[in-house]
């Protein structure tokens, strides 16, 4: 049993289309995060839900809407992407808003050309 | 603004001898540090974590050091194992929060 899901695995897509990246935890936690590792290899947080609830929103463009229709989900849609958003991005979950371990999926490599 | 450096892009060590990960930080407000560790095409997993009250945490064959004065942790692996054979990130939090600063990660090599 996969505790932290995403799908899809890999996405390809061209510049200006528009994405979605689906998440989704197993394991009743209440918070659940996106981070984003780029070509310099850093992993940094994007957004964290706690309840549903949008609780970190980092500097990140508005092309990016995190949607949390119940804590167990959270997705990632990328409207006009251009080819800078070509990265992996990760899902993770962690029990409640503390320094709980983080739980992360396996990631979604996303090539855009 | 790399707020937490990881300077060894990789490391090589024989199996069953010591692995040491150094990881140093620029943010004094840190004061709690984790470890994860990466195998390829899979999600980081926590490995050890250290807060900033404390200048040594063990699990096993994993403790982590945590010099203050000197805005450094190190990761020791005794003894080091093929398996441990890993991307490790080194990352840092401050006040609470529950948002991590990550690390460019080190590349760990255990050969048999």
């Known amino acids: 049993d996969t505790a932290v899901s995403q799908t899809p695995k890999y996405l390809v897509t061209q510049m200006g289309n528009d994405k979605s990246i689906k998440c989704e935890q197993n394991?009743?936690?209440?918070?659940m995060y996106w981070y984003k590792q780029d070509s310099k290899k850093f992993l940094k947080i994007m957004f964290s839900?706690?309840?549903?609830?949008?609780?970190i929103n980092e500097t990140v463009p508005n092309r990016f809407s995190p949607k949390s229709p119940d804590k167990a989900h959270l997705n990632l849609h990328i409207n006009s992407l251009e080819l800078g958003d070509s990265a992996v991005y990760f899902c993770?979950?962690?029990?409640?808003?503390?320094?709980?371990?983080?739980?992360f999926g396996n990631g979604t490599r996303l090539t855009v050309t | 603004d790399q707020q937490v450096k990881q300077n060894s892009p990789s490391l090589s060590v024989q199996e069953g001898r010591i692995s040491i990960l150094n990881c140093d930080y620029t943010?004094?407000?840190?004061?709690?540090f984790l470890w994860y560790k990466k195998y390829p095409a899979e999600g980081p997993t926590f490995l050890i974590s250290?807060?900033?009250?404390?200048d040594k945490n063990e699990d096993g064959r994993f403790t982590v050091f945590l010099n203050k004065s000197a805005k450094h942790l190190s990761l020791h692996i005794v003894p080091s194992q093929p398996g441990d054979s890993a991307v490790y990130f080194c990352?840092?939090?401050?006040?609470?929060?529950?948002?991590?600063?990550f690390g460019k990660g080190t590349k760990l090599t255990v050969n048999p």
């Open positions: 394991l009743g936690h209440d918070t």
């Open positions: 250290i807060s900033s009250i404390k």
């Open positions: 993770a979950s962690s029990p409640r808003r503390d320094r709980s371990p983080l739980h």
């Open positions: 943010n004094s407000m840190f004061d709690y």
């Open positions: 990352a840092g939090s401050q006040g609470g929060s529950e948002k991590l600063v």
């Open positions: 839900y706690n309840n549903k609830e949008l609780i």
